[in-house]
């Protein structure tokens, strides 16, 4: 993948100056790297349709219906596509790896990334966390997602706020909302909730399925998504508990992006309630029939890049890394399987190339 984007603007990193999370392990600025995802740049204007061209990410589908989807029937009238189609030109880029925990003396706490205009990726630090968690910011004209927080154990705070300052610089907004939400309650991934606590232009949604319920309008959880609309930037707000209960996952119209934190991640996914973890995939299925997917982006990575091997557990250091990017084949990929673990009865750990079906 290459390294800048379309829009001039390589890879966007703050929070060098930011205090080490503890454990000992010291953080320095490695901004003068030449390599990897260190380069310091800010925000970029807004892209010029006419000279942009697409990544060709490879997995994004016009019509976005896979013919062995297979989505037919077997949860009823549960699931129903519903909405309009939607159709994006795929252009968001990912840098050409991430930290992978082995030099941790010039490590940053987490990493900041401008996938496209007004959509951001963090990342902390394997440093910092085994987990090492991804989240998202994506900007609308009143309100800006922050799709979860991490551990809280990185100060990611500043750098939110900071990316929040550029937004409002670049766009010239005199202010703006930061939502906070949250994928689903556990500790790696509403950990830094409490950052925001006393930011004053913030809402912190709560990471419980009655909060998420409660702030977006749900009346049919979990066979309802419901539009939120962040400003000129509808997004999806799809329920998939299973992993967690109180699980979501956000369809992004502007990019086509699917984030899908715990219930689709390049690693081990881990499933509580798997009846109730097929019904969720089935619904992520049946929503991205009539729209383009173009990055299926989840919550962690956990695998090599060598097809079928994931890291030991609490692995702190990733080298060779698969990439954080997945398509809406690997979408397909897991319904195909659960779907034949739920007919056959037989629920079992099950390797893929790209993810490990891991049930509790
Ligand atoms: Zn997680």
Known sequence: MRMRNVWGAAVLVLGCNAEPSGG????????????????TTTMSPPPDPSTTSGTDSGSADSTGVGSDSGSSGSTGDDVTTGGEPNMVDCMGVFPPQWQDGTDCDNAFPYEVH???????IFRQALCTHANAPFFY???GQEQALLFDTGTGSNSVGGAVLDIVDQWLAVTGLPDIELLVVNSHADADHDGGNFQ????????????????????????????EVVTHDLGGRPIDIIPTPGHAPGHIAVYDHQTGVLLTADTLLPGRIFIEDFDTFATSVERLVVHTEIRDVCHVLGGHIGMTNQPGVPYDFGAMVHPNEREL??????????HQAVQAMAKSGVVVTETHNDFVIFPL
């Open 325 to 334: 990017e997945m398509s809406r084949d690997h979408l397909l990929e897991l």
């Open 137 to 139: 910011m994506l900007f």
């Open 196 to 223: 925001f606590e006393s930011t004053a232009f913030a809402t912190i949604v709560g990471s419980s399925q009655a909060e998420i319920e409660a702030y977006f309008g749900f009346e049919n959880w979990p066979t």
């Open 24 to 39: 000992g392990t010291s953080f320095t600025s490695a901004g003068d790297s030449s390599t990897g995802p260190m380069e």
């Open 114 to 120: 401008q996938y496209g205009y007004g959509t951001v």
